[in-house]
């Protein structure tokens, strides 16, 4: 079935270090793909999506390219702010209507 | 705007109880859709509700049962608790056109069963 995996965490970067958040995905199709991201005590929100192959989606110095050929979905940011400090949900759906499959989540801290 | 809105926040039940989870969509959307988040672990999809009626179901049992009412809220139940069902409990809501996949997310209602 599809399913989406994420890279383990918790991932620890000092501020102004490059991040990435390897998601790969298994899909029967040509899903649409998300990041969301849940701070803590909030819910989650959507961080950036791409609809087909080779789309880049950004967002909050934030990107991802929809990658068909490596089935992957790679979060990168290229200089993370304490801020940034959260958990990463990879996730995709198949309609406008449809259910999302998410990954497990990567929690991410950022350290001063 | 208010968004998406989970009621109550937090709740602890005992095995064998029911709990019944209220959301309100964010205006202008239409469509709920439910989802159970364990400790650790990424959402995931129990229902979704268009026209007052549950259009999709993911893998879970009938003891997970929903509602959608005319104003578009809706209404998680669970009967017959068990401890795996201790969890956060999304609601989301979309238009059913235009979304383009994105869905927004209430702040979940957390279940403790002991």
């Known amino acids: 079935g599809d399913s989406v995996t994420q890279m383990e965490g918790p991932v620890t970067l000092s501020e102004e270090a490059f991040l990435t958040i390897n998601c790969t995905y298994t899909?029967?199709?040509?899903?649409?793909l998300f990041w969301y991201v849940q701070y803590p005590g909030e819910g989650l929100q959507l961080l950036l999506k791409?609809?087909?192959?080779?789309d880049k989606g950004s967002n909050k110095g934030f990107e991802a390219t929809y990658r068909k050929e490596t089935t992957s979905f790679h979060l990168e940011k290229g200089s993370v702010q304490v801020s940034d400090s959260a958990v990463y949900f990879c996730?995709?759906?198949?309609?406008?209507?449809?259910?999302?499959?998410f990954g497990q989540g990567t929690e991410l801290s950022v350290k001063p | 705007d208010a968004g998406v809105t989970q009621s109550p926040t937090h709740l602890i039940k005992t095995r064998g109880q029911q709990v019944t989870l209220r959301c309100s969509p964010k205006?202008?959307?239409?469509?709920v859709s439910w989802y159970q988040q364990a400790l650790g672990q990424g959402p995931q999809f129990i229902f979704q509700?268009?026209?007052?009626?549950?259009?999709q179901r993911g893998n879970f049992p009938d003891r997970f049962s929903g509602h959608q009412f005319p104003n578009y809220s809706s209404e998680l139940n669970v009967n017959a608790l068990l401890l795996g069902d201790s969890a956060l409990y999304l609601c989301?809501?979309?238009?059913?056109?235009?979304?383009?996949?994105?869905?927004?997310f209430g702040e979940g209602s957390r279940l403790t069963v002991l």
């Open positions: 989301a809501s979309s238009p059913r056109q235009g979304a383009g996949g994105e869905l927004f």
């Open positions: 899909a029967t199709g040509y899903p649409s």
């Open positions: 791409a609809t087909k192959a080779d």
């Open positions: 996730a995709l759906i198949y309609n406008q209507g449809g259910k999302l499959i």
């Open positions: 205006s202008g959307h239409d469509t």
């Open positions: 509700y268009y026209e007052e009626e549950e259009r």
